[in-house]
């Protein structure tokens, strides 16, 4: 048996030694040992390239066909995002749209209507008073289907006294005060008599500040762009390569990077966002905080310049309402009590609030009302509110309006 098996290198060996019959053209004579190994390298360098080219065509297809890319960012049916280019805002969500966005804790429908905006249609002239919610994500409904985020359910508990109110949400992810103050003139259009800025106490002070800059998506791209932009710091008309923009495949691989990143890295730009917690806070955090308060103050000037009344609701995330989760994140990152507060974002804006006279709903007080344990608000690895976070959150803005127009 190892005989056999020797055999056929014994044969090569003999054929390759062999010499070519005298007499025999030099032409017909075996190429050298370099070209030899040269074509061979070129062969296998083509095989391989061959073979890489299908497993990215398969895995492209992979991924279009079970929807992967839904996993990491909202796209319509025809595996479009959600979100477009804006040259005020940097991106605004795509009207009319219906895309769906899943994660391993929830999977929800979203719909755009014709203003691109996950709200129902707005009319025009309004049939009735009109409030226009601001915000990010959390405002927005992220996990949640469009009826349960918190201005939807605070709309439905307004409208049992007045059927003709309209609260219009025109929050979107990733908006910060950055954006909010370029909405001001929208909810004139809109007529609203009340803006009620939800700000979110987990990245709004980071992101005005510029701190917080991810480069994943196109939609992230955009908005880093456009936050730059007053500085200089980038082209606010950047767009992302033709790779990215049209690969699922590519576009599954970044996110995916990008989760990584953040599970590796969690400093500033972290969801637990503890530079923003101290009591002292160095002083590129000092300059978002100061970036936040100039914002907030040309929201409130606009607002007043449209007899439009402002209203400022902070949303909480876990470890700013449980302080069984926030000495767990401290702990788990090395950090003394002492030196941070959970409460000083959300003491930062009832600040500016008492300081200029504006309404102000807290939402970490409202979530560590009662028996109910703070966290169990909020998915536990998505960290946005879940159904219950949305339906404690909205029945609290309900009471807030009511006592308001009481």
Same mark, same amino acid.
């Given at each position: ?25 030099? %032409? ?6 370099? %070209?030899?190994? @040269? ?31 839904? &996993? ?49 249609? @707005? ?5 009735? &008073? ?7 994500? @959390? ?26 109110? /309209? ?95 953040? /599970? ?22 000092? &300059? ?14 606009? #607002? ?21 989760? @926030? ?15 959970? /409460? ?8 500016? #609030? ?53």
């Amino acid at each position: 048996m190892l005989d056999s098996l020797a055999q056929p290198t014994v044969h090569r060996k003999l054929f390759m030694n062999a010499k070519p019959p005298s007499g025999a053209p030099a %032409g017909d004579a075996p190429a050298s040992g370099t %070209g030899t190994r @040269f074509r061979a390298g070129l062969a296998n360098a083509f095989l391989l390239g061959c073979t890489l080219m299908l497993l990215a065509a398969a895995g492209e297809w992979t991924i279009r066909q079970l929807h992967l890319l839904e &996993a990491t960012e909202a796209v319509d049916a025809e595996g479009r995002s959600l979100y477009v280019p804006d040259a005020d805002l940097g991106y605004v969500m795509r009207p009319n749209t219906v895309a769906r966005l899943q994660r391993p804790e929830f999977s929800v429908a979203l719909r755009t209507n014709a203003h691109g905006y996950r709200d129902d249609p @707005f009319s025009h002239p309004p049939e009735g &008073a009109v409030i226009v919610g601001l915000g990010d994500s @959390f405002a927005w409904g992220h996990g949640v289907e469009e009826e349960e985020s918190f201005f939807s359910v605070a709309e439905a508990q307004q409208r049992r006294a007045d059927p003709a109110l /309209r609260i219009h949400n025109l929050a979107v992810t990733g908006y910060s005060q950055v954006q909010h103050r370029r909405q001001i003139a929208r909810a004139r259009e809109l007529g609203a008599h009340m803006v009620i800025l939800a700000a979110c106490l987990t990245n709004d002070v980071l992101e005005n500040g510029g701190i917080i800059q991810r480069k994943v998506t196109a939609r992230e791209k955009r908005r880093d762009a456009y936050e730059n932009r007053d500085t200089g710091a980038s082209d606010p008309a950047a767009e992302p390569s033709w790779l990215a923009a049209n690969s699922h495949l590519y576009a599954f691989i970044l996110a995916r990077l990008n989760r990584l990143d953040h /599970r590796l890295d969690l400093g500033s730009s972290d969801w637990y966002s503890l530079d923003q917690l101290k009591h002292t806070p160095d002083p590129r955090t000092a &300059a978002a905080y100061d970036a936040t308060r100039r914002y907030l103050d040309e929201i409130l000037r606009q #607002c007043n310049e449209a007899a439009i009344r402002l209203v400022v609701m902070t949303v909480p995330q876990t470890h700013m309402v449980s302080p069984a989760v @926030f000495a767990r994140v401290l702990d788990h990152y090395g950090k003394t009590a002492d030196a941070y507060d959970a /409460r000083r974002v959300a003491n930062f804006y009832a600040d500016w #609030c008492s300081e200029n006279g504006v309404a102000h709903l807290d939402g970490t007080k409202e979530l560590a009302r009662g028996e109910t344990a703070p966290e169990s608000y909020f998915y536990p690895r998505d960290r946005h509110l879940n159904r219950m976070g949305h339906h404690a959150l909205g029945h609290a803005l309900a009471a807030f309006l009511a006592d308001m127009t009481d």
